[in-house]
Structure formats: C-alpha cells, structure tokens
C-alpha cells in the first residue's frame, strides 16, 4: 500500500478457451480509470498460465499482469484459485479487487474475501473514488432493482467489488503500453482437494430462459418468415438475451409457443425488452409492459408499442436489428 | 370485510390459497380443455390435510366444521370450479355417514376419506328423479343379509373416480318417500359399474358419470341409520351442504372480480382505462356488493350450522340461493367488462361463467330452492322472531 | 445425516415505494415470508433428512419475530430450529451475517451438509453461502441444481455454471448453494403448521454465541451502505430520430447511460 493509502486495484479476470472475456476486458478499461485517478497501480489477475491474450490485457490499461499456475484452462478449481488469491493477496496488499458476477461471484470471490477478513460488495452497476474519503463508491441495485445503494468499506481493506457483465463500456487498447507479466506458481497439491469436478457439460444451446431473462429480444409478425427470426436470434445472442415472439409466429409455426409474450404466453418484466416488428396488441403488452426499458423498432410511426415504448425506432427492421447487431458486437470486441 | 378467522382457519385459508395459486392456477385451463379429472391435485390437498378439514378428530380429521369446508371450497373455486367441486363432493359423499352412520361405519370410512385414499360420491339423482327426489326407482332388495341393487343413478359427481359411494334407493316402493333407504356401495363391488363421463359445460375437470347396478350384492351391514330414513338422511345431508355450493359461487365470483377489475384498469378505450368510465365502475361496484353480501350470508349459515342450531334448512338453502345468484351475474359481468377478449378461451372469465351456472342448478334447482324457502317463510308467517 | 437449512425473512412483497408525505421508505407492509429461494434449500434438507433418517435444523439470523418463519419451516418438516437474534446483530452485512451464522454451526456442533439458498430477494447478493463456507472452513460449492448422490464422506451434484453444468464431488461436511432447478418445494401440510406454531423456537443471542458485540451488526461489518436512492428511470417514451445508423448509435448510448447494458 503507498503511504497515501491509494494502494493497488486488481482486476480478477475471466478467460475461456485461452481468451479473456470481454467482461473482464471492459473492467480492465474501467479499472484503469480510477487507477489514474488515484496513480495506484493496475493488476490484472489471470487464474491460469495459459492465457493467449495477455497482452491485451496491459493494452487495455493493465501494468502488471499476474498469471497463476492454473491447471487446464477452464477447469474448475475453486478452492484452488481462492487459497491462490488469498496468498497472493496477504503478500501484497491491494487496496482494492474486482471481479465480474457470474460464477466467479458465487464462490470464490465471496470466499476470498473472508479468507481476508473482509466483505464484498456484489453485482455492482458503477464505482468510484470519493475523492474526500478516499474510499471507493460502489453503486448496487437491491430489491429487484427498484432500490440503489451506495455501498463502502470504512475501514477494511481490500475493498472487493463484483460488477455486472455488461457495466462498463470497452476502453480503447493502447497496442503501445507494455505491462509485466509476472507468472506465480503455486504448488496445487498443497491444496487439499474437498472438491473435485468429475465432469463438465458444456449448453450449447445458449438458452436463457424467457421468464428469467435480464434482456428480452422479441419478434413479431412484422418478421414475415420464420428463416427471418435467425436476425432477431443473433441479436439476442449478442446481448444473452432470450428470445420472445407475438402469437402470430407461434400460430404460424414459425417460433414454438414456450417463446410467446403476452397474456397466454409469458409474462415478463427483464431490465430491457427490444420489440422488433411487434405492433403491440393489449394481449401482447400485458405480457411485457413492466419492462424496465423498451425499445420498439416498427415502421408504422402508428403502432400502439411506441406508447409503452422507452426508446422508440420508426423504420425497416430489416435494416435497423443487423447494424443494431452489428454495433453491439463491435462494442463486445 | 374483517371475519374474524381463529388461526387454525387463517391457516387453513391461507394452505387452500397457496394449493390453488400454485398447483391450480398453471393447469386449470388445460384441465377444463381436456376434461380430465385431477388426481395428482388431490393427492397434494390430501397430503397437505385439506381432505381431513371436515372429518371428526376421532377419525383423524380435524374436526372442523361446515365453516372450514367453506373456507377451502371459496378459496379453490377462485381458481377452478370444477377442482373445487371434486373436493367438495367428497365431503358430501361422506355427510351420510357422519350424520347417521354407527361407529363401525365411521370406524371403516372416515379415516380412509380423511387421509385421502379413498374418495367419497353422493347419489340420489336418476334420469327420471331430478327435483323430484322421491321418483328414484332405484331398488335395493332384501335378501339375508344383503341387499340386492338394480337401478341407474345419473349425473353423480366423483363418480367413477370415488371408492365409496353413499346412495339413496327404495327399499320399499310401496311407502312411496318412506320406503327409502340410503346405503354404502363399495366401488369394485360386482353388478357395480360406470357410464361414460359426461361431457359438461362448466366444472369440467370435475367427473360426472352414472352408476349402474345390475343385481349388486352389498351387505345389510351397509345400510345408513335405518331402513326408511333414505330421504331424512338426503334431506338433512343437503342441508348442511348448500352452503359448500354457496362458498363455491363465491369463490368463483371472487376470481371473476378480481379478473374484471385488473382487465379494467389495463384495457383503454377512448383514451384512459375503461375503469374510469362510470358504466364500468358501476358493474364493478354491483359486483363486489353482492358479491361481499352473499359471503357473508354463506359464513354467517355456516357458522350457524356449527354452532349447533337445531334446524337451518332455510338458511342453508338461502345461502346456496343468492351465491349462486349472484355468482352468476358477476361472472356474466366479469364477462360483459372483458367483452371480446372475456368471451375468449384464452381469458379466464369465460369459464368462469360456465363452472358459476352449476351452483343454480345442483344440490337443487334454484327454483326448487326457492319454494322450499317459500314453504318456510309461509309456515311462520315471516314473523321475525 | 445432519442437515442445517439457513433462511431469511424478508418483506412478502417486495415492491418499494416511498411515502408521498414524509419520504421515508416502505418496503411493501410488514407482512413477512420465507426468502422464497431458501425455501429450496429448505425442501431439498427436508427430502435428505427423509432419505437418510437424519434431522434438519433451520437457522435465521433476525429480529424476534422472524421465529414466524422458522416455525412456518419446522411446519414444511425441519425438525429443530434456532433465532440468532441481538440488538448487536442489527445492520449486519453479508460477512458478519455468515459470521453470526458460523458462530451457531459451530455451537451446534455435529453436521454433514448446511444448504442455503442462492440469495434474498431483498439484498439480493449472494454473498452469504459462500461466505459461511469459508468462515466454517469446510468444502463449498454453489449454485447446485440437482444432487446426485449423497454418502456418508462425500456428496455428486451438478451445479450450474456460467457455460452449462459441472459435475461436482464435496466431501462433508460443506456448505452448498442451491437453485430453483434443484426441486419442486412441497406444500405444507395443516396439522405441521398448526403444530408448529407451537413449537418452542431456540434463540441465541450474541453472548451465548461467544460473538464480541463490536465485531458483527453495523459497527463490525467490513461493508456499509452510504446512501439509498431510487434509480434513474429512463426517460419515458423518447422517438430516436434520423437515419438508422444514427438511431443505432442513438439507441446504444442511451442503453449505456441507463446501464441496460
Ligand atoms: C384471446 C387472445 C389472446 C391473445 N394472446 C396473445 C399473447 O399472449 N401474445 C401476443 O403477442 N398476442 C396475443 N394475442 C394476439 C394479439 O391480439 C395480436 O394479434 C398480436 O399480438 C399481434 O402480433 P404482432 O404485433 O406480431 O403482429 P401484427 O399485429 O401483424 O403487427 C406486426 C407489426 O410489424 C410491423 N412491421 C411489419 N413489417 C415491418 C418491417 N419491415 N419493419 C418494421 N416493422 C414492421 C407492422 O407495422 C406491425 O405493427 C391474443 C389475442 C387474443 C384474441
Ligand atoms: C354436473 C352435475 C353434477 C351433479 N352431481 C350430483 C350428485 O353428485 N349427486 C346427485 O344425486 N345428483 C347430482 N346432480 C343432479 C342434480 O342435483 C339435478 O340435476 C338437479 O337436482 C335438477 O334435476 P334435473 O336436472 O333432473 O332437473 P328437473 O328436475 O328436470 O328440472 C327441470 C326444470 O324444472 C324446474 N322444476 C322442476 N321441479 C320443480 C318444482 N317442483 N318447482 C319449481 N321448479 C321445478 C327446475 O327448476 C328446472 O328449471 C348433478 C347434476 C349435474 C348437472
């Protein structure tokens, strides 16, 4: 820790197949942010040595970049990376430590943070650095969302932190910037195995299911066939979204009925609904209207989704959901 | 309106709600399409207790009264009428027994009922024999110490899904209405069998069949109370149960409102909410008034009755009279308020309406109900006493 | 086998409103249930304890009156369960809660598997299983979604990962997380509620837990909450105008600013 107490910012990257997600990466961007903010240093923390993109990984902001000894790339070994972590981190003290939700959220970070004697503030939309205090700000949602709480750490450290896959936008790397690269081993067979993953199934399907979605991506009859619905399935893909229809494709044949919205089919309210070529029937909207946000794409400037519509887009789906993709994916790098 | 629930019955009430939201709700409209009669929900009121509600606590129920088996009946029917009247029928296929059976009776069928083996039915109706109970032709013969069945019992609730059945029929045709006797019928019993389940309007999960015996031997140890009692016993046993068909049309009528009043504050026409429009507002308000008022007759003759009143056949035909009334105007409403989409399968008001148009006409027509209570009203002159 | 279930009470419906005269916050009346999600944890200790003849004993770290919720567990067929309940407790965060939790397993003494659910509805974090875990210092795995098999050393479950599902061997005892894929929760039956009601509902407070005051509640919790707002709604129904490559552009800075995504 430096003596004004702005000690380092670890980022805990993921990886998959070798390559680091693109969640990581972009809190990589926001990382180095408030590491300028305070001069503190950046790490980023790998949990494996086999990480083909670690480069970028200092492109992206990162002056030094930790690779534990991890066994095969996306195993799983949880109480390894959390005695590994905790190691690391009693030795060099970092101010602070993030990480992305998902798995990594639901077990080790959480575990490490007790290993360390201190607490985590999860699923977090937003950080900052209160100049004043010199804390970091974490802004998280609580009950369902309809509350925000700013959460800190008076007095313990490090301050730990998971955030939303999506919460931060994708710095732009500097190809230029060089960061270490420090391998750390470990000797794996210290850690007494507890657990053991006996095997691993892989979804291939990608499905999230419509009543649990975060993001839903809908489309209705305007899509004229079902081979169109592979434009509107590439979108939510992008986003990890569900896909929803209108009863019209249903009853054509063209979705199956467990993808239908509305009041015979599901009911759902995710954070953000993308309606494309929906015109938005009463028994459509009883099916989705306590969407967080709503985005209607339609060319009839008539149709009654623009009066629940949060953002709305008067024009060709046809042209507007492939550049919408596009640009995301883009933005996903 | 506050009625002042002991906590076993906010319990109950509450048990009932949970069953009905969350294993009800999800299959009712598939049931009622495919007429199919639900077992596996049953088995979860029975595993949960519902089936012992209305069993005396010797015979490992619970002991509770007509009053309790309102609270569950209301509380199923404001998902499915049809699943409620299952279990409603139960409890009135048993009612016999509890009333008059002996101790051995109650000893062999009680407990089977209570834990939800077994299901009960009750019959009396015959093709020939509606409103006019006495008709049934029906005849059980003495021969040593059984009884020989020959007849048909048409319309029976339960029936076919039921394991003991409790039947009215002549034992002796030359009384006329004193020559009847009601007796246990056991399902499996040779010369017992089944007609094909009814096809209904409403209540369509529900199994409606006939019964046919052809020479069916049932031991004399079956018969109920005495010979000769068959229509005190059905008379006394309908008593105590109208008000289960009244607490089943308020609970219809209680999901009909609750439909009506979320479609209203949905649906705009014109600009704004069709709950705004007065016309509308006005439905709903007939509707929750009579609704609150028919529940409170339904609770008020079913606490009557558990309290220990000596006769009640007014009251309990009153209470099944205006709830089934008034189940069937606001379903017919709930309807009107949905309009186009109400008359849709799609929408759950529909049904509604078909399951609210039994409770006029079993356990007595309405009008017969009426003249039964014209009868009453007559006899004392309407003096209030 | 011995099987400690840990659940929460939290408000039965969750839907926050601020009060139009004084701005304070009403977290939807005070009727009170069972954190929905434990109550899989709850039905998967109940089928283990029935598999294995053991007991399964419900733990809640509350005030006084959320005995309702533990007595409404003893009512699904939890055989025992214990309140931790002290003013001291009171603003715990999800380490000082999982320490409080530690605490009483620890004085409880004998246990093979301890299930919670994957997380409140409330404060929605998480946190608390994995936490109590370490804390316990036994084998964790969260996000279980079905339970293979169950011996006396060790126990295979699937959990969910974040690309499908992993095939999982703990050896006990451990702590687990549990998801709604794992079971259907049964319903109750009357007479275990009502029998319930009157069961009489162990609680420890911070003293009989052995827990210095200072360490856990507001004080000891390594976490504070600074400030509690309503979130930023989007702008309603706004029409994004010009070309579709600029309404593209429009739409993903917007959905950026309001972080739907
Ligand atoms: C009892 C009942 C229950 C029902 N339940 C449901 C239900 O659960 N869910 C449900 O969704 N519906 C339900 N409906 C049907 C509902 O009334 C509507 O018919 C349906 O929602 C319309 O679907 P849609 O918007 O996809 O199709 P349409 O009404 O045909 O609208 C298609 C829209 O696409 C737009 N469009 C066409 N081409 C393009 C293009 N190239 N670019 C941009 N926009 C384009 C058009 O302008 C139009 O607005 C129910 C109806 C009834 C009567
Ligand atoms: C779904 C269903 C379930 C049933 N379940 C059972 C059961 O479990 N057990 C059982 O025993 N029965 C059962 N019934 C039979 C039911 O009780 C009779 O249908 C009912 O009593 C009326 O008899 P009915 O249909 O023969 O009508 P009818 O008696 O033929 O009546 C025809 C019309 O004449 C009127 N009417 C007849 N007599 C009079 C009168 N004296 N005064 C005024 N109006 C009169 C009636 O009100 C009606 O409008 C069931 C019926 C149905 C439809």
Partial sequence: ?333 | MEYFLSEQQKTLKSLARQIAEQRILPVRAELDEKEEFPWDLIKEMASSDLLRVFIPEEYDGLGGGCFDLCLVVEELSRACGGIAISYAANALGVLPLMLYGSDSQKAKYLPAVASGNRLAAFAVTEATAGSDASAIRTSAKRDGDQYVLNGTKQFITNGGEAEIYTVVVMTDAAKGSRGASALVVEKGTPGFTFGKKEKKMGIRSSATRELVFRDCRVPAENLISREGMGFIVAMRTLDRSRPGVGAQAVGIAQGALEAAVEYAQQRVQFGHPISAIQAVQHMLANMATELEAARALVYATARTIDAGAKSFTEESAMAKLFASDMAMRVTTDAVQILAGAGYMRDYPVEKMMRDAKITQIYEGTNQVIRSAIALEVLKRKAKLE | MNVIVCIKQVPAKIKIEIDPKTSALASGGVDRAINPPDLYALEEGIRIKEKTKGKVTVLTVGPAKADESLKEAIGYGADDAVLLSDPAFEGSDTWATSLVLAKAIRKIGQFDLVLCGKQSIDGETGQVGPMLGEALGVPFVSLVNRIDELGQESIKMMRMSDEGHQLIEMTLPGVITVVKEINVPRIPSLRGLMAAKKAAITVWNARELGIDPATVGMAGSPTRVSRVFFPQRASQGEMLQGDPESQVEQLVERLRQTRAI
Avoid at chain 1, 134 to 149: D, E, K, N, W
Avoid at chain 1, 242 to 267: E, F, N
Avoid at chain 1, 312 to 320: A, H, S, T
């Fill in chain 1, 1 to 333: 820790m430096t003596s004004d107490g702005s000690g380092d910012i670890w980022v805990v990257t993921e990886q998959r197949d070798g390559r680091t997600k693109a969640p990581s990466i972009a809190l990589i961007g926001k990382a180095r942010k408030l590491a300028g903010e305070r001069q503190s240093r950046l790490t980023a923390v790998c949990l494996s040595q086999v990480v083909e993109d670690a480069a970028q990984l200092a492109a992206y902001g990162a002056d030094r970049v930790y690779l534990l000894d991890g066994p095969v790339p996306d195993d799983w070994n949880d109480d390894a990376y959390v005695k590994e972590l905790v190691d690391l981190a009693r030795r060099e003290k970092p101010d602070v430590i993030l990480a992305t939700s998902g798995s990594l959220s639901s077990s080790v970070i959480p575990r490490m943070a007790v290993a360390l004697d201190t607490g985590v503030s999860p699923n977090c939309i937003s950080l900052d650095f209160d100049h004043q205090s010199r804390m970091l700000v974490q802004t998280r949602p609580a009950f369902g969302g309809s509350l925000m709480a700013n959460v800190v750490f008076p007095n313990r450290r490090p301050q730990i932190a998971t955030v939303r896959p999506h919460a931060f936008k994708k710095g732009d790397p500097d190809p230029s910037r060089q960061g270490e690269m420090i391998r750390v081993d470990f000797d794996r067979q210290a850690v007494s195995a507890k657990t053991k993953l006996l095997n691993v199934v892989k979804d291939l399907s990608g499905k999230v299911r419509l009543d649990e979605a975060e993001v839903v991506v809908c489309g209705g009859r305007g899509l004229g066939k079902a081979e169109n619905f592979q434009m509107v399935a590439e979108l939510a893909e992008v986003l990890g979204a569900a896909l929803g229809t209108s009863r019209p494709p249903v009853d054509d044949g063209w979705v199956p009925y467990a993808h239908q919205v509305g009041q015979t089919g599901k009911i759902v309210s995710p954070r953000l609904y993308i309606a494309c070529g929906v015109a938005g029937a009463p028994q459509h909207l009883a099916g989705m209207q306590t969407s967080e946000i709503i985005v209607a794409i339609n060319e009839d400037p008539r149709a009654p989704i623009f009066e629940v519509a949060t953002y709305g887009m008067v024009g060709d789906l046809f042209k507007i959901v492939p550049l919408l993709t596009k640009k995301l994916r883009e933005a996903r790098g």
